[in-house]
T-cell receptor, first 115, second 116 residues
Framework: ETGVTQTPRHLVMGMTNKKSLKCEQH?????MYWYKQSAKKPLELMFV???????ENNSVPSRFSPECPNSSHLFLHLHTLQPEDSALYLC??????????????FGQGTRLTVV | KQEVTQIPAALSVPEGENLVLNCSFTDSAIYNLQWFRQDPGKGLTSLLL?????REQTSGRLNASLDKSSGRSTLYIAASQPGDSATYLC???????????????FGTGTQLKVEL
């Protein structure tokens, strides 16, 4: 248990559905991250939030919409996804984004399948 | 652009064997390097974090080394056990030129199987 909790653990959705992934941490961290892990590819950083403000968006399609209502919670809203978006979505947190080299803690991930 | 490579992609060893996993990175301007373990379909568990000024870190049967100038790190696992079977990921943290902050860049991992 790393202190970062993701729900749901598994999600199957149709291409016309709207769903949300949730991430929660009570480690007192100020930075939260969404990563995508596809088969045979390195983890790809999608979004970074620092102090509830989005500081990085790595050319992610608009069908993925992040939300950070407070420093403990991070959401990823999904709509009109494509089958190639099927992947393991990982949330992570760290003490601070602007701090040099903070250790990252990861959640268990949400396995998303788009049908 | 930082690129991280891990060799081998997969490894199968008998129980009790000592083994070495390799990680190389193209840009030596890093803050630190982190080794993670990932069980199938699960999240990442941090194993060791080596700061750029350090040469190695040890935790139990694990020893990670860092040669920043040559862009290499190794993870040594002593007396391997079936419970060590997992994917091992290497990630380097470097500076983001635009907007500041720092970023983890991951390798594709080494899938390890330790057999009885």
């Amino acid at each position: 248990e790393t202190g970062v909790t993701q729900t749901p653990r598994h999600l199957v959705m149709g291409m016309t559905n709207k769903k949300s992934l949730k991430c929660e941490q009570h480690l007192g961290h100020n930075a939260m991250y969404w990563y995508k892990q596809s088969a045979k590819k390195p983890l790809e950083l999608m979004f970074v939030y620092s102090l509830e403000e989005r500081v990085e968006n790595n050319s992610v399609p608009s069908r993925f919409s992040p939300e950070c209502p407070n420093s403990s919670h991070l959401f990823l809203h999904l709509h009109t996804l494509q089958p190639e978006d099927s992947a393991l979505y990982l949330c992570a947190s760290s003490q601070a984004y602007w701090q040099v080299g903070p250790e990252a803690f990861f959640g268990q991930g949400t396995r998303l399948t788009v049908v | 652009k930082q690129e991280v490579t891990q060799i081998p992609a997969a490894l199968s060893v008998p129980e009790g064997e000592n083994l070495v996993l390799n990680c190389s990175f193209t840009d030596s301007a890093i803050y630190n390097l982190q080794w993670f373990r990932q069980d199938p379909g699960k999240g990442l568990t941090s194993l060791l974090l080596i700061q750029s000024s350090q040469r190695e870190q040890t935790s139990g049967r694990l020893n990670a080394s860092l040669d920043k100038s040559s862009g290499r790190s190794t993870l040594y696992i002593a007396a391997s056990q079936p419970g060590d079977s997992a994917t091992y990921l290497c990630a380097v943290r470097g500076y983001i030129l635009t907007g500041g902050g720092n970023k983890l860049t991951f390798g594709t991992g080494t899938q390890l199987k330790v057999e009885l």
